[in-house]
């Protein structure tokens, strides 16, 4: 949509659509006003018939809502998809603050016209700041489906999430939504949202969820930032994408966290496959796997460790990612070095990093950027948190690979890592891939099953200077 009246003039901000009984569609998204006031504004589609819903007609009398007493001008944006209520209203979050606590607001309405805010805030937490880009959805807990927004019983528990705008980080937590009030708490307020998960531990930021009711999948779709600088951005004419489309369900698990997937489509992508097995890594060593190029590759690894020490001697360290993947410690890092050319002059460490302490074993995920380009103007950082084990699990991680975008996911998808790399060597035909292994007192098993990816050809559509 044009940015092309008083409401929006200032920009066409954040917004949800929302699937009604009847079958036609409203859209809710912010606008920011003349005056740089945040409003919520209503759209519609001028097609229903359109598959792709190209056009849009603004409604005549927004806004609907501007910023309400006590919240400021500029802290009031990005509602979420509509969901009905016990009392046959729909209600709708919104992202705000007060001082430094992030909250979230909750509005009712029965025509997406008149709304009515709520007394309470949904929830809100001190010292997050400003909550962007709200989520808030069901997840069966006992059940591989997505559910629609609007579910909720006794086997159901909902995931609010919020991007931090002080910290570009999307965090999440799981808990219970109470329909009576609108009001939510976290199962785990150590954890709850802006201070424990984070939905991906890399360069993204501003993700949204939908319900897709033909393969009955909740799809999560998050924006992947940049890392090399603005000159860059404006030399290559384009900045920013979106990452591959994602599953979530519950972690039945460990009852405690999201799994996200990438969605069965990008197999239809795949080419010819090569298989390894049990590939033997020993301390300090760096294998190639005869592949070919490695520019857009499908990756699926797992692992198994051989102590070459005994435990009583084994040394007691609490690392996590380190300093990246060239920290050594006595359990890691071990991994795949993705988009490395032929010298190791440029690559991209995935990895493990385990920590033996007097009582645990603790595995981290990672992904370092360190020496992943050559370039100067690129941003190369470390990213990476812990991931839950599961006592029948063996360590795995799943890698998309499409030539400057790497998408980790660990354990099924527990803990995920966007990452952006643009190196200057390791392009094309000269991408290479391998196994690593930079611990000192183990040896890896690696077995891997690895697909060349075609690319999507996506066809763009006529730009019409009407939308």
């Known amino acids: 949509m044009l940015r092309d009246s008083w409401y929006d003039i200032n920009g066409v901000w954040s917004g949800s659509a929302t699937l009604l009984p009847d079958g036609k569609i409203v859209m809710l998204y912010t606008g920011s006003t003349h005056q740089n006031v945040q409003v919520q504004n209503l759209a519609y589609p001028a097609n229903l018939s359109d598959p792709l819903l190209i056009h849009w007609v603004k409604y005549s009398d927004n806004p609907l809502l501007v910023p309400p007493p006590g ?10 998809t509509a969901w009905i209520g016990p009392d046959g209203k729909w209600r709708i979050a919104i992202g705000s603050k007060v001082n430094q606590t992030g909250l979230s607001l909750v509005y009712k309405t029965q025509d997406f016209i008149h709304y009515e805010l709520n007394d309470q805030y949904m929830h809100e937490v001190p010292g997050t700041g400003m909550w962007e880009c709200v989520d808030f959805y069901p997840v069966s807990v006992n059940g591989s489906d997505g559910l629609d927004t609007s579910a909720n019983g006794p086997d159901v528990k909902h995931v609010l999430k919020s991007s931090l705008d002080d910290t570009r980080g999307d ?22 949202v802006g201070i424990g998960l984070k939905l991906d531990y890399g360069r993204f930021y501003a993700s949204k969820t939908f319900y897709d009711q033909y393969k009955k999948r909740r799809v999560l779709w998050g924006w992947i930032n940049e890392s090399d600088s603005e000159t860059a951005d404006l030399k290559k ?3 920013s994408l979106q990452s591959i489309p994602r599953t979530v369900v519950f972690d039945n698990k460990t009852r405690a966290h999201l799994l996200q997937w990438p969605v069965e489509e990008i197999e239809s992508l795949r080419l010819s496959s090569y298989e390894f097995e049990e590939v033997v890594v020993k301390p300090g060593s760096v294998l190639p796997l005869d592949i070919g190029p490695a520019t857009q590759l499908d990756i699926f690894a797992e692992f198994e460790i051989e ?35 032929d010298q190791l002059s440029e690559l991209t460490p995935i990895y493990f990093h385990l920590s033996s302490t007097t009582t645990s074993l603790t595995s981290s995920f990672c992904v370092d950027e360190t020496r992943s380009s050559k370039a100067p103007d690129v941003s190369k950082l470390v990213f990476g948190s812990e991931v839950p084990v599961v006592s029948d699990e063996r360590l795995s991680m799943r890698i998309l690979v499409d030539h400057s975008v790497i998408e980790s996911f660990a354990q099924g998808g527990r803990t995920v890592i966007s990452s952006r790399v643009y190196p200057t060597k390791a392009i094309y035909e000269a991408a290479r891939l391998f196994v690593f292994n930079n611990a000192t007192d183990i040896n890896i098993k690696a077995s891997l099953k690895i697909w060349q990816l075609n690319s999507a050809f996506i066809r763009p559509f006529p730009f019409d200077k009407k939308l």
Not at 73 to 80: E, G, N, S
Not at 317 to 326: D, H, I, K, P, Q
């Open 71 to 80: 919240i400021g001008p500029k802290d009031f944006r990005d509602p979420t």
């Open 171 to 192: 965090h999440y937590a799981i808990g219970t939504y109470f329909s009576e009030n609108d009001t939510w708490v976290p199962d785990n307020p150590d954890e709850d």
């Open 237 to 239: 004419g384009w900045a």
């Open 307 to 341: 102590y070459l020490a005994s435990k009583e001697t084994e040394k007691k360290e609490n690392v996590g990612c380190g300093n990246g993947a060239f920290d050594r410690s006595s359990l890691g890092p071990f991994g795949i070095l993705a988009i490395a050319d």
